[in-house]
């Protein structure tokens, strides 16, 4: 199996361990749309996963690990299960606050929610997709050609710390 990853950073030394790109490309075994992907392939998942969480981690968003790493099963698994192309590309841009996740699986195949039955064991990966990008005030979307689904996520602002009140006889 074929693995190329590059770290796209064009930023200096001191702005890098906030800010950049991380690039992946492996190409997938034979595979049938629509069908699970072989077991070789489905290791990918989880190593795109370890990918994504260090990156986030190294720029300094953690607060966006556990719902970017729900995004990239999500993504990679519908790039392998239902893309035709011959390979899947993972793209995680980031900056201070907004981290954007985007997959590529060459295939321009329309890409939307579907309404999974109640009982159904799949189909709801593109919901899931769509509320975590409300709950982090981002989005998700697919490239005007098809060929990518993106979803772009904002770090929760911080909460405020209390402010003590003022008891009865304070100055």
């Not at 980031?94 to 159904?120: E, K, M, Y």
Request: proline share 9%; aromatic share 2%.
């Amino acid at each position: 199996m074929n693995l190329t990853t590059k770290a796209a950073d064009s930023l200096p030394e001191s702005a890098r361990s906030r800010t950049g790109a991380l690039t992946v490309w492996f190409e997938r075994q034979s595979h049938i749309p629509g069908v699970p992907p072989s077991p070789d392939d489905a290791q990918r998942v989880p190593q795109m996963r370890r990918l994504v969480e260090a990156r986030l981690r190294s720029c300094g968003l953690e607060g966006l690990i556990d719902p970017m790493l729900l995004v990239t099963s999500e993504l990679v698994t519908n790039a392998l299960r239902h893309g035709t192309g011959t390979g899947v590309s993972l793209l995680l841009s980031s900056n201070a606050t907004t981290a954007r996740l985007t997959v590529s699986d060459g295939s321009a195949q329309h890409r939307t929610p579907r309404l999974a039955p109640p009982d159904a064991e799949s189909g709801r990966g593109l919901h899931i997709v769509s509320l975590i990008a409300c709950e982090y005030e981002g989005s998700w979307g697919v490239s005007s050609d098809l060929t990518q689904t993106w979803c772009t996520l904002t770090t929760p602002a911080p909460t405020p710390a209390p402010t003590p009140s003022r008891g009865a006889g304070a100055p």
